[in-house]
């Protein structure tokens, strides 16, 4: 039997307009999913299986991924992160955003066109290695520390940081 991706509504809360979160759990459970969000997904730790697309590839702490709107993905770990072993556990940093959301139409300025290429080529996935992981890595758990227009002002800074990246591949 084929499994089938649900669509998973990923809104902002009423403080802010972007998600962005830290979240340490025995394992990743969220099943084959899309929603209508651009999501950058940090392995902080863990291991197992990405399901991008149609590309199937391990992971492993330092990945950094970006998934494009309405791109099916799920990421599982190995076996024994389900076994209840108290020793193995998955760190993730999420970002979820939506460039269409009300305040966003900025993004069709000029000056972010770089920003937009990146956007279209993640309808493909994109996976970010070499310098460009850990200084991302670093943008994002500053983005934990700081509120409001600062947090945005630093969301802002990592995607001008990724768009301008050539340390990547498409997945």
Request: aromatic share 12%; proline share 4%.
């Amino acid at each position: 039997m084929k499994a089938k991706p649900f669509n998973s509504i990923i809104d902002p809360n009423f403080d802010h307009s972007f998600l962005v979160k830290h979240c340490k759990d025995p394992n990743l459970f969220v099943p084959l999913h899309y929603h209508h969000n651009y999501e950058i997904m940090a392995i902080l730790h863990g291991e197992g299986t990405r399901f991008i697309g149609d590309k199937i590839e391990a992971f492993g702490p330092g990945d950094l991924v970006m998934v494009g709107k309405e791109l099916p993905h799920v990421w599982l770990n190995n076996k024994e992160y389900y076994e209840g072993r108290k020793d193995l556990f998955s760190e993730i940093i999420v970002l979820n955003f939506d460039d269409m959301q009300r305040g966003f139409e900025f993004l069709n300025l000029n000056e972010f066109k770089t920003i937009r290429k990146m956007l279209s080529m993640s309808s493909r996935g994109i996976l970010f290695t070499g310098k460009t992981q850990r200084v991302a890595f670093s943008l994002l758990k500053n983005m934990l520390k700081v509120r409001d227009a600062d947090r945005f002002l630093a969301m802002m800074r990592l995607l001008n940081f990724l768009s301008r990246s050539n340390e990547y591949k498409l997945i």
